[in-house]
C-alpha cells in the first residue's frame, strides 16, 4: 500500500471526550446516562454546524470530523453515509502516555465503524521520558502495521511539550513554543518514523516560521514517502489561529488543518447555558469552520506545488 495523503483535507475535530465532560459541564468520574446523553447532544450540536458549513459551500470532499465512538457513535455513521471524511481517535483521552481506548480489541472497533482516517494523539518529547517514548513507540507500530496491512489511513496527531526540566529553566511558558517547538517536533517525527511508524497525515502544532513548516514537510516525505500530507493543529484566538493557517497553506505539503476549540467551544458553552438557540449556535459554528476553510484555501499554494 502506498503511504500518503495529499489532497485537500479540512478537519473539525469535537474528541474532546474528557474535556467536554470535566471543563465544559463540570462532570467529573464515572458519568451517569443522562450526563452521557448530554455530551452526545453537545457532539450532535457541533456536527450539524459541520453540516450547515458544507451545504452552504464547503467543499465535501475535503470536508472531515474527527469525533469519538463513546459519544460520537451516531455521528460517526451519518458522516460515513453522507459522504464526509470522517477520522475516529484510538488513543485513551486525558492520559500523558500513549494507549489503545480498547486495549487489544482496537482492531474490531475500527473494522466496526471504517473511518477514512484512524487518528491518535502522542505527546512525544525526544528529551522527555524516553522510556515511556519507546513504550509509545512500540504500541503505535503495531497499530501502523495493522492500519497499512489493512489498506486504512492514519493521522497522526503529535504533541511536543516541553520537559519539567526546560520549563524551569526558560521560565515563561510561551518561550518554548517559537525558539524550540520547530526542533523538537522535527526530532521526535524522525524517530518515530525510524521506529516503524508511518502516518499518512501529520498532524502538528502551530509553527511560527515558514522554513521550520518547510523542514517538517521535507522529513515527513523523506524516503519515499512524497504524499505523505501535513496539517496544521489550530489553537488560541482567532487570529493566532487565521495566522497559523495562512503560514502553513503557502507550504507545500501542509494539506489542511484540524481547528477545534476555536471552531465551537464559545458558542457552545451558550448553548449549554441555554443563553442562545440551538439554531444560532448551530450557525456561528458553521460560520467559523467556514471562514478556516476560506482562509486556509485561499491561502495555499497552487495545486502544482504540492
Excluded at 8 to 16: E, G, K, R, S
Excluded at 101 to 109: K, N
Excluded at 131 to 154: I, P, V, W
Excluded at 161 to 189: H, I, M, S, Y
Aim: neutral net charge; hydrophobic residues 40%.
Amino acid at each position: 500500500m502506498t503511504i500518503g495523503f495529499d489532497q485537500p483535507l479540512y478537519v473539525l475535530p469535537f474528541d474532546h471526550r474528557s474535556s467536554f465532560a470535566s471543563e465544559l459541564f463540570g462532570w467529573n468520574g464515572t458519568l451517569e446516562p443522562e450526563q452521557v446523553a448530554r455530551i452526545v447532544a453537545a457532539t450532535q450540536v457541533i456536527y450539524e454546524g459541520f453540516k450547515a458549513a458544507v451545504a452552504a459551500g464547503v467543499p465535501k470532499q475535503h470536508a472531515g470530523v474527527l469525533v469519538d465512538e463513546q459519544f460520537g457513535a451516531g455521528v460517526l455513521r451519518d458522516a460515513e453515509r453522507n459522504g464526509y471524511l470522517t477520522v475516529c481517535p484510538v488513543e485513551k483521552s486525558g492520559q500523558d502516555e500513549f494507549d489503545f481506548e480498547y486495549g487489544d480489541d482496537f482492531a474490531w472497533h475500527i473494522e466496526e465503524f471504517a473511518p477514512t482516517f484512524c487518528k491518535v494523539l502522542v505527546r512525544d518529547s525526544p528529551e522527555a521520558d524516553r522510556t515511556m517514548n519507546q513504550r509509545q513507540a512500540d504500541r503505535l507500530r503495531r497499530l501502523s502495521d495493522f492500519l497499512h496491512r489493512e489498506g486504512r489511513k492514519f493521522m497522526f496527531e503529535l504533541l511536543v511539550p516541553a520537559a519539567r526540566t526546560e520549563r524551569e529553566k526558560l521560565g515563561a511558558a510561551n518561550v518554548f513554543d517559537p525558539r524550540r517547538r520547530p526542533e523538537r517536533t522535527l526530532l521526535a517525527l524522525l524517530e518515530l518514523q525510524g521506529a516503524g511508524v508511518e502516518p499518512d497525515v501529520w498532524q502538528v502544532e502551530g509553527l511560527d516560521r515558514r522554513e521550520d513548516c518547510a523542514r517538517l514537510v521535507a522529513a515527513a516525505r523523506r524516503g519515499g514517502r512524497r504524499r505523505v500530507g501535513c496539517i496544521i493543529r489550530g489553537q488560541g484566538g482567532d487570529a493566532v489561529v487565521e495566522r497559523s493557517l495562512v503560514l502553513s497553506a503557502g507550504v507545500p505539503g501542509f494539506i489542511g488543518f484540524a481547528v477545534g476549540r476555536p471552531t465551537f467551544w464559545e458558542p457552545l458553552t451558550r448553548w449549554r447555558d441555554g443563553r442562545e438557540s440551538r439554531a444560532i449556535v448551530v450557525a456561528e459554528i458553521a460560520r467559523r469552520y467556514a471562514r478556516w476553510c476560506k482562509v486556509f484555501s485561499d491561502s495555499a499554494a497552487g495545486p502544482s506545488a504540492s
